[in-house]
């Protein structure tokens, strides 16, 4: 290897962002994959159907962020796409985010305005003026009733935690409509890659200063990468050091078992995602790819989703033991030289698609406004 080789480790959202701004720049940039495929958990591809679909889950891109909108544009072209969910509560089905359609269709009701909204959660929440878990958090927003139907089983079933076990966090991020207005999500901009992620992420790793090594597990060639300017780590913390030195104390992921099923039938379901929040099923949502971008076949494909505590991590679990569990890697982490953690799992947070593409911009900028810097961050 070359003196001023940058390495990476991961090609997902934060990898890549990493190896095309330093390539751009015109350094050498080795990008280690322990996958046979560069996009980390955005990877899709065309199935058997002929068929978009994603090997991972659906992943919805959306920002308010002009600097990430106009980063993700100079490499594909996106359609709009306004995602919405529907769940399957009791002998109904209904929108979710919570909103005047949800409340009316659970309780028979008749809301009409914002006001007749506002109303409602006035009166049947249960107020916290500081909710300390998730549990306080649901109850603050929509009260005990949707808290049972829609929030306490299905999150029970994602994270194997009730959310009162959970950390406030977790479930404030779940809006809450005074509206009629079923999108699940409300930003300036909602798109979706006209030819997929992976086409995204090639143009993206396109630069001949990009050498990508797919099926490399850097753990097997670490020792041979002793002469890096820069290395970043975007896996998980824990794994890092574990391979170090001797912890006691790992941290908690959630993974997903996605099981695949081709129907021989124009469309499985009416929407493209649909929860189950109740225990009557294991999985917690079907994914149905047919919808996204209005596709043509004559079959369809169908993902059920099962979360898990084993396989390849995808959440985070925030709650306060494994918040100083997280503390204890970082401070290991701050006493490393030119080895950077950034992402979802080295820095043991959970970010939306857009916030992992504004971290990893962000930390490059910070680390090329400084210059050579001889301690650690972690972004």
Partial sequence: MKKNEIVIVGAGISGAVLAERYANAGKKV???E??????????DYVDDNGILVSKYGAHLFHTNDQEVWEYVNRFTQWYPWEHKVIAKVDDKTV????????VNMLFDLKLQTKEDMEKWLQNNRIPFDNPKNGE????NKVGPVIYEKMFKHYTKKQWDKYPIELDAEVLERIPVRIDDDCRYFSDKYQALPKEGYTKLFE???SN????????????DIEDHLADFEKLFFTGPIDQFFAFKKEFDEKLEYRSIN??????DAAFFQENSVVNYPGMEHGFTRIVEYKHFGNQTAEKTTISREYTVASGEPYYPVPNERNRKVYQAYKAEAEKLKNIYFVGRLANYKYFNMDQAFKNALK???KLESLGEQNSNLTS
Avoid: Q
Avoid at 208 to 219: A, G
């Fill in 30 to 32: 080795m990008l280690l």
């Fill in 34 to 43: 322990k996958r046979e495929h560069i996009a980390g958990n955005c990877y």
């Fill in 95 to 102: 929108p979710i985010p919570v909103n005047i359609k949800t």
């Fill in 136 to 139: 306080e958090t649901v109850l």
């Fill in 203 to 205: 143009k993206m790793l």
């Fill in 208 to 219: 001949p200063n990009i050498s990508v090594r797919l099926n490399t597990d850097y753990f």
């Fill in 258 to 263: 996605f099981e695949f099923e081709s129907i």
């Fill in 363 to 365: 930390l490059y900028d």
